[in-house]
């Protein structure tokens, strides 16, 4: 219904996409900012224009194209938004394959993951729960998990960047638990470190301490000597500095398509249930009908966790859901397709290049002219309220909470790889004005944007 009135709103908004001789050159803040961090104009991309649209005030290489990082994830949101709509839910169907007699389930549970991004222990909690309350003591057969909606090909975690503890390259799974993470929390007492993890995983023995050291704190993850050989016995030989207090280390499971099995054994056994067989894979079998579903937080929701906090996984789920939900199987071959024809239809023109919607990527490129053809036409849409604020607030929030310049003036989409850096999104100018902005940088002193960022959004923020 709404397609049509974007559409016609498409071929106004952006007239200056093709007509930029009139905008400014970089301001003079923006040029001394460049040179003092050292980049030189031709790695850098900007964009300042009116957010409900017209001429741009600032134009520099804006038809260049550039890796975005994780800025990418503004066309993945909005897309998931347009297509799925802000009060989409993501459902988790449980089967009971067996009568319940006397509080014990006569044959398998069965848990079939649909893409929920954000399935945490405290709702795989809620979810067991309710299996409970339908008079679920014991189950006499497996817990069975099926992963089916979703066709992507394993991947080792450290493929990237060599980084496979890091939370931020955990693969995407339909039966995506608690983002495959674990927190280990070391508190020095008595003489030693004690370790404490969460969530509890069925089968896995941490150390319950590790001995302290003198010393200043500095690098205290080093020193531990962090043994993850074997998945299910976990070793610190190493030593904690006492002089770090406590601390907490968020690490992604070394047993990634194990966690799922592991989180919820032990969450079902914590809950006082009985589990007689195994948690295992497996299919929905034919003809069942659920018992029940677990709905997930809605979408508007969800998108604030991916942009506020730049989630990759959580980007990775919602950008898969686009295909399962069109072609009925979740592929990333199919999500390309899916969002290039969303973009054809909303914008035409060239398409960005997409690789699995997170940006956690080298492949992915877009122009800042086609970042603020998104930008503006997320402005004038009724979907604005939600995609606006789900991006960090600067000086406030998510991954701009630490900036001590601009606080409040700006809601933007920051972007970080190795050589890569940049923001997208908002700035609110005098008198309710506002525009949208983009800075991104490729360069090896990419981080070095931030600071020519600010003076840009500075600029912005004065513009009458």
């Known amino acids: 219904m709404a397609r049509m009135k974007y559409r016609t709103l498409a071929c106004c908004l952006f007239a200056w996409a093709g007509a930029t001789a009139s905008a400014q050159g970089l301001p003079a803040e923006v040029e001394n900012a460049l040179a003092e961090a050292g980049l030189p104009r031709d790695a850098v991309v900007m964009l300042v224009a009116p957010a409900e649209g017209g001429p741009a005030r600032v134009a520099h290489r804006v038809d260049v194209r550039v890796n975005p990082a994780s800025i990418t994830k503004l066309a993945t949101t909005l897309a998931g938004l347009e297509l799925l709509g802000p009060t989409y839910t993501w459902s988790t169907p449980v089967y009971f394959d067996g009568p319940v007699r006397d509080g014990v389930l006569q044959g398998n549970l069965v848990i079939k993951g649909q893409g929920d991004p954000k399935l945490v222990i405290e709702r795989l909690w809620l979810l067991l729960k309710r299996v409970q309350a339908m008079g679920v003591r014991s189950i006499a057969g497996d817990i069975v998990l099926d992963r089916t909606a979703f066709a992507v090909p394993a991947r080792d975690p450290g493929a990237f960047d060599g980084e496979p503890l890091r939370p931020y390259n955990a693969s ?3 039966l995506l638990v608690n983002f495959k993470a674990v927190t280990v929390t070391f508190t020095p007492q008595d003489g030693q470190a004690r370790v404490r993890t969460e969530p509890a995983l069925g089968g896995v023995q941490w150390p319950a301490s590790v001995p ?3 010393g200043a704190c500095g690098d ?4 531990l000597q962090a043994d993850f050989r074997n998945p299910a016995r976990v070793r610190f030989p190493g030593t904690f500095p006492a002089a770090c207090g406590e601390r907490t280390w968020q690490i992604a499971f ?5 966690y799922a099995a592991r989180a919820i054994a032990a969450t079902w056994r914590d809950i006082g ?4 067989g195994q948690v295992r894979d497996g299919p929905v079998p034919a003809g069942a009908r659920p018992a029940f579903e677990f709905a997930s937080p809605s979408l508007a929701e969800v998108i604030r966790d991916i942009n506020k906090f730049s989630n990759n996984v959580m980007a990775q789920q919602l950008f898969l859901t686009l295909s399962l939900q069109q072609r009925s199987s979740g592929t990333l071959e199919g999500s390309r397709d899916v969002l290039a024809a ?3 239809d909303r914008f035409g023109g060239e398409v960005p290049v997409t690789d699995n919607g997170s940006g ?3 492949t ?3 122009t800042a002219g086609q970042l603020g053809q998104l930008l503006q036409a997320a402005w004038v849409s009724p979907l604005m309220p939600d995609f606006v604020a789900s991006l960090p607030a600067l000086g406030l929030d998510g991954t701009l909470r630490r900036s001590r310049q601009n606080i409040g003036l700006a809601h933007l989409k920051t972007g970080s790889l190795v050589d890569v850096a940049g923001v997208a999104g908002y700035v609110h100018g005098p008198q309710g004005r506002r525009y949208v902005l983009v800075a991104i940088a490729n360069h090896p002193r990419a981080s070095a944007v931030r600071g020519v960022a600010q003076a840009l959004v500075q600029w912005a923020a004065r513009q009458p």
């Open 172 to 174: 995407p799974d339909a």
């Open 212 to 214: 302290l050291a003198s």
């Open 220 to 223: 205290w993850i080093t020193p």
């Open 254 to 258: 070394p047993d990634p398509a194990g």
């Open 273 to 276: 249930g009985e589990l007689r």
């Open 342 to 344: 969303w973009w054809r």
């Open 360 to 362: 956690l990527s080298r």
């Open 364 to 366: 992915e490129s877009v």
